[in-house]
Nanobody
Framework: QVQLVESGGGSVQAGGSLRLSCATS????????MGWFRQAPWAEREGVAY??????????????GRFTISKDNATISKDNAKNTLYLQMNSLKPEDTAMYYC????????????????WGRGIQVTVSS
């Protein structure tokens, strides 16, 4: 069973940095992708960044050059990889304020996009001006 648990959110002033973490387990080691999404109040959930099991990454235009997605790998077995997914967020802006969600799929990225099939519970990020 795939599990995703986010941590590391909080409040910061504009221009500051935060790092989000997501502890994951249950994904196939050689075939999966993960991503970060966010949802501001009264807005639809939107993608932020994605990473494939190969290490390839893609970013939405709104965060390019400011956010970095990465992951550590700790293999339990070929069918049950334990990963930690990160999102380093620099030069934060008030418009980055949102609930951030970790996501995963037991398939590779397609067209640079990781379609979410599993979600974490989310963690709040608040950026004040």
């Amino acid at each position: 069973q795939v599990q995703l648990v986010e941590s590391g959110g909080g409040s910061v002033q504009a221009g500051g940095s935060l790092r989000l973490s997501c502890a994951t387990s249950g994904l196939p080691y050689s075939r999966h992708c993960m991503g970060w999404f966010r949802q501001a109040p009264w807005a639809e959930r939107e993608g932020v960044a994605y990473i494939d099991s190969s290490g390839d990454t893609t970013y939405e235009d709104s965060v390019k050059g400011r956010f970095t997605i990465s992951k550590d790998n700790a293999t339990i077995s070929k069918d049950n990889a334990k990963n930690t997914l990160y999102l380093q967020m620099n030069s934060l802006k008030p418009e980055d304020t949102a609930m951030y969600y970790c996501s995963a799929n037991d398939r590779r990225m397609i067209g640079g996009y990781c379609r979410p099939t599993r979600w974490g519970r989310g963690i709040q990020v608040t950026v004040s001006s």
